[in-house]
């Protein structure tokens, strides 16, 4: 394969990529939202210590266990911010008076 | 901020310090390193930082941010330009403010004005009220001092600068004066620098001999919160363990200042050096280091001066100097006012 194909290979997976961590970002939401509810801190020590534990187990490389680490140490950052954004947007709605309607079943 | 965690840090401890981060409203940047796990903790949240340092496990915290907003660079990046009637200080004109430390006699100050304003000075400095180490020393005229400057710089088209020393006088300066000189002093008088952040006239604030330069800014910020933004800093000179001159004029501290903030930099060579031999060099050397406006001591007989005539220029030596400050300027883009024939109204 030419530069020009690994290339084109680079962004196709990138695409997958962004779509993976989007989803994955949804799924953190969703848990902030949870833990809001049940009034759970968002950090969870032992969660990211069995995330990362999950991750690097079943890493069959070439990347090697620290460089998983450290890559899913940033995406865990990020999974941790936007808990805390949705958290701290849906209790401004809250203190504003415009407490979301829970759903009925 | 940064927290470098030591190398012998146990995961515990790391969730620990990354709990009270968060618990704080921060984001975590968390890199696991060979040695040392390094945690950025980002957000606009004011903490005392030693807080974290205090953590079990943490070796180092670094501040990143400056703890002053307002005065910082990143507020206004392209600088600020302080205009009073058609003097712009913080332009590409060095403005020069020179007279006499102090206001002795109408008559005195009135010769002063004339002189300096002749050879191209822009705004005539003096004391009415004297901050003296000694309570005996002369004190100053008050504000008969005030009145004297004010009819002087009004007839030589000058503006006025004089030092204010407590909130009670402001009302007075505000009436006389152009511009509200902080002295060192009272750099750290933060009740004073409050009063003075509530007028809409520009303050000079003069660098403390024993502050630092985040000290300063910190001392700017309390005037600017205060809805001030027109702050003008004086590096005068600070304690150092050289006894030689009065104080040692931190000539890197413009450049610095410059750096950090978006305010602008007058020099005092005058009072850094207290002697007259010595503050021609020092003032073309804050000319070229990028200094924005120059505070200088003539007096027309400093023999008999009551205060500070030792380090007052006579006239013919602030004509000289002023000359060659223009070709200083010149060299580093700026400009020094031509000297004028008559400019008594």
Redesign the interface.
């Known amino acids: 394969m030419k530069i020009e194909d690994w290339r084109d290979e680079i962004d196709r997976l990138d695409e997958q990529l962004v779509q993976l961590l989007n989803a994955r970002s949804q799924c953190a939401i969703e848990l902030g939202r949870i833990k809001r509810e049940l009034g759970l ?3 969870s ?1 032992d969660r990211e ?1 069995e995330v990362i534990a999950h991750v690097t187990g079943i890493n069959p490389g070439p990347l090697d266990r ?1 460089a998983v ?2 890559l899913f ?2 995406i ?2 990020e999974s ?2 936007i808990e ?1 954004v949705t958290v701290e947007k849906e209790s401004k709605g809250d203190n504003n008076g415009k407490r979301k309607k829970k759903a009925k079943t | 901020m940064v927290i470098v965690m030591d190398e012998t840090a146990t ?1 515990e401890q790391i ?1 620990g310090v ?2 009270k981060l ?2 704080l ?1 921060f ?6 390193g060979v040695r040392h796990t390094v945690l950025g903790a980002v957000g606009d949240r004011e903490i005392d930082w030693r807080d974290i340092e205090l953590l079990e496990g943490v070796k180092e915290v670094l501040r990143i941010t400056a703890p002053y907003k307002l005065a910082s660079r990143g507020f206004r990046p392209e600088g600020t330009q302080i205009t009073i009637k058609d003097v712009t200080i913080g332009g590409r004109e060095v403005v020069v403010m020179a007279g006499p430390c102090t206001v002795e006699s109408r008559d005195q100050v009135m010769n002063i004005a004339e002189i300096v304003a002749r050879n191209g000075a822009k705004v005539l400095r003096g004391g009415a009220f004297k901050p003296r180490t000694s309570p005996y020393s002369f004190q100053g005229l008050g504000e008969e001092g005030l009145k004297y400057l004010r009819q002087a710089a009004d007839r030589n088209d000058l503006l006025v600068v004089s030092e204010v020393m407590e909130p009670s006088q402001i009302p007075l300066f505000i009436r006389y004066v152009d511009i509200l000189q902080i002295g060192a002093r009272n750099m750290q008088n933060f009740n004073l620098l409050r009063e003075v952040g509530r007028i809409n006239k520009p303050v000079l604030l003069k660098r403390g001999p024993a502050a630092t330069i985040e000290e300063t800014l910190l001392a700017a910020e309390y005037i600017m919160s205060g809805g001030n933004h027109e702050v003008i800093i004086c590096e005068r000179g600070i304690r150092t363990f050289e006894p030689y001159l009065r104080n040692t004029f931190d000539i890197a501290a413009i450049p610095v200042f410059k750096k950090l903030s978006h305010l602008p930099v007058v020099a005092d060579p005058s009072h850094a050096t207290g002697r007259r031999d010595k503050v021609p060099p020092v003032a073309q050397a804050a000319v070229a280091a990028g200094a924005d406006a120059l505070l200088i001591e003539v007096h027309h007989d400093p023999e008999n001066a009551l205060c500070d005539g030792a380090q007052s220029l006579l006239p013919d030596q602030f004509e000289q100097l002023m000359h060659r400050m223009r070709l200083i300027a010149m060299a580093v883009d700026r400009e020094v006012a031509p000297g004028v024939e008559a400019v008594v109204k």
């Not at chain 2, 984001?27 to 696991?32: A, K, L, N, Q, Y």
């Open positions: 801190a968002i950090y020590p210590r620290t680490r450290r140490e940033r865990i950052d941790r911010r805390r | 995961e969730s990354i709990d968060v618990r409203g984001d975590i940047h968390r890199s696991t």
